[in-house]
């Protein structure tokens, strides 16, 4: 048997394995079961990978999608690993060409989607091939908890009893209890020996704003911290994915819309074009992004607040899997909570069930207007305790609470005052004594809160109303027009017998930290980088490939930083296995030549 260490650099090009990756790789080649939960970006594909060049067979890996199974398998040929598919879109003749590799022993990974494996006649086949493992990717989507549920994943404990001996290991990003229960329970994982890394993604910059304009918000972040670069733009509705990818269009960013709405032909290309393109920004619903393993996504910016904490920190995670600096941008504003907690009452969930996601909404909203560190507020929902990150847009730009229980109060009063039953915008008409025909209408004019809160503007108002919601002082009553209510716990208050601190709105401009990553520093390595990019895009069309799998951004930046000059000196560089030095290794000294001599 080869070892991990001398596959991981020969075939890899990488020097060193990461967190546990080691452990789980030698767990798993000497025969263990294992359920891998490791955040994105972390490295699981290696921990299957590996072994399955290790043992002696074929390694059967099951994934829920096929547009992505390809370009795994793409970007195995590309290191020399014997690697194929097989899915709805594989024509017979090469599922044949296929199946013979595999019979002859040729084959080290054979991707298969779920329905497919349990086909009698696809389990009949597998007799006839020995088997080094089974790998199951994306195994959150066994449990109804999470959010990619598939039915038949609950049918793969079957493989149990079909190829006893084989090892098996589960592989996920999702990190809750119930969801890693249901793993093992279906997939007959229990004596699996469980990896647990943690869930920080130390290279993702956390920034949070109010929503005020969010196209310009948005373009603006884009134009000013990745110019150029790929990226995802989370929006809640289709209408607004359709809105937002012309806005940003029109500004001359190459976005492209992706939602359900869209023909499947449509959803396709622009998925494959997004993979395959080094800057395309994706427009999409939540639905988009499960299983999207393109790792130069530079941010993940959701324009309206995410449903929970949980499918922030996946959405997040699209972000930064290379782990060079990405960014996780987000703005919200109170309609964002008005609007989904009426999706959530207004859905034909059970009662139970609507309480847990409104809880969940009511955490995500205190994620939103904490004034504490980000990530450590997030890994808290993992049950990671953790210490402050001092990168994240709170950290570096500590808000300095102020003592809100005066205009506080007014804002409790003024809503007793109209009666607990208008929305929002009216209360704040009346603290700030605007005579709007609402005002007008409802003599709300005469009312002894009328302008007596003219030291805030609006945008300061709604983010006390934020605030007071999310620590429960009020609530929205979507039953009755949104109006403001007052809770009991808002009675102190009101009395004058507590204090109450709120954050200042956010700082518009990050203004301390440069997400850019702005690292080239000579006109020089702006045109070796350059020209190093124009190269892989060559390469990367001529096999079909996206040019990720002829080699990564890091790997480019260490050739433009250390310059190697020779094939020794090459060999030393991150992602050049063997069989890429072979292949591009003369290509890549000339270009550095060449660009040695331009001086
Ligand atoms: P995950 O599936 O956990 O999201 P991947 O397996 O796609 O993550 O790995 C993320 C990126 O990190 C890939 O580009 C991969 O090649 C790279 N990577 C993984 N392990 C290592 C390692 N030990 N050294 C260097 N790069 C690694
Ligand atoms: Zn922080």
């Not at 030698?26 to 972390?42: I, R, S």
């Not at 939602?259 to 639905?287: C, D, K, P």
């Not at 941010?299 to 949980?310: G, T």
Request: charged fraction near 25%; include cysteine; aromatic fraction near 8%.
């Amino acid at each position: 048997m080869q070892d991990a260490l001398t596959l991981l650099s020969t075939v890899f090009g990488y020097p060193a394995f990461r967190g546990e990756q080691e452990d789980i790789v030698n767990h798993v080649a000497a025969g263990g079961n294992a359920l891998v939960l490791m955040p994105t970006g972390g490295g699981k594909s290696l921990c299957y990978q590996i072994p399955a060049l290790m043992r002696s067979g074929m390694a059967l890996v099951v994934s829920p999608l096929i547009a992505l199974m390809q370009d795994q398998v793409g970007a195995l040929t590309e290191l020399g690993v014997a690697a194929a598919c097989l899915n709805s879109a594989t024509s017979p003749e090469d599922a044949r060409d296929i199946a013979r590799r595999a019979k002859s022993g040729e084959l080290d990974l054979l991707y298969v989607a779920p329905e497919r494996l349990l086909t009698p006649r696809f389990l009949s086949f597998l007799d006839s091939v020995p088997l080094a493992l089974v790998a199951i990717d994306e195994a959150h989507c066994v449990s109804h908890w999470g959010h990619d549920f598939r039915p038949e994943y609950q049918q793969l404990g079957r493989l149990v009893e079909r190829f006893p001996g084989v090892p098996r290991i589960a592989l996920t990003a999702t990190a809750d209890q119930q969801t890693r229960a249901d793993i093992l329970h279906y997939l007959q994982l229990g004596d699996a020996r469980v990896f647990l890394s943690s869930f920080d993604r130390p290279n993702l910059f956390y920034q949070v704003l109010e929503k005020h304009n969010a196209k310009k918000q948005v373009l603006s972040f884009i134009q000013s911290e990745h110019p150029g670069a790929s990226g995802i733009v989370y929006c809640l509705s289709r209408k607004r994915v359709e809105e937002m990818a012309e806005w940003l269009v029109d500004n001359g960013i190459h976005a492209l819309p992706y939602h359900a709405g869209l023909g499947h032909e449509v959803r396709e290309r622009n998925q494959r074009e997004f993979i395959r393109e080094e800057s395309v920004v994706m427009v999409a619903t939540l639905a988009f992004g499960m299983g999207i393993d393109k790792p130069d996504v530079r941010f993940v910016a959701h324009v309206d607040m995410p449903k929970s904490p949980e499918n922030f920190y996946q959405e997040s995670g699209r972000a930064g899997r290379d782990g060079l600096p990405a960014t996780s941008w987000m703005c919200y504003g109170l309609n964002d909570v008005v609007q989904l907690s009426g999706m959530i009452q207004n859905s034909d969930m059970a009662d139970l069930q609507k309480q847990v996601e409104l809880n969940k909404l009511d955490a995500m909203l205190a994620f939103c207007e904490t004034p504490g560190c980000r990530r450590q507020h997030i890994l808290g929902f993992f049950g990671e305790t953790s210490q402050p990150c001092g990168h994240c847009d709170n950290c570096l730009n500590p808000p300095v609470l102020y003592d809100a229980t005066v205009p506080v109060q007014k804002m409790l009063s003024c809503i007793y005052r109209v009666g607990q039953r208008f929305a929002a915008s009216h209360v704040v008409d009346v603290l700030m004594g605007k005579t709007t025909p609402l005002v007008e209408s409802t003599g709300h004019f005469g009312l002894k809160t009328f302008g007596v809160g003219k030291e805030f503007n609006q945008r300061q108002w709604r983010s006390v109303i934020r605030q007071l919601v999310a620590r429960k002082l009020i609530e929205v009553d979507l039953a009755r027009g949104q109006s403001l209510v007052l809770t009991e716990s808002c009675r102190p208050l009101l009395k004058g017998e507590e204090q109450i601190f709120l954050r200042p709105l956010a700082a518009e401009k990050p203004s301390i930290r440069q997400t850019t990553d702005r690292w080239l520093r000579t006109e020089r390595e702006e045109r070796l980088w350059q020209a190093l990019r124009r190269w892989r895009k060559g390469r990367a069309d001529e096999h079909n490939v996206p040019a990720y799998a002829v080699c990564s951004d890091k790997t480019l930046r260490e050739l433009v930083e250390r310059r190697p000059e020779n094939a020794r000196e090459l060999t030393r560089i991150y992602g050049l296995g063997e069989l890429k030095l072979a292949r591009y290794g003369n290509d890549l000294l000339a270009l550095l030549q060449e660009n040695r001599e331009e001086g």
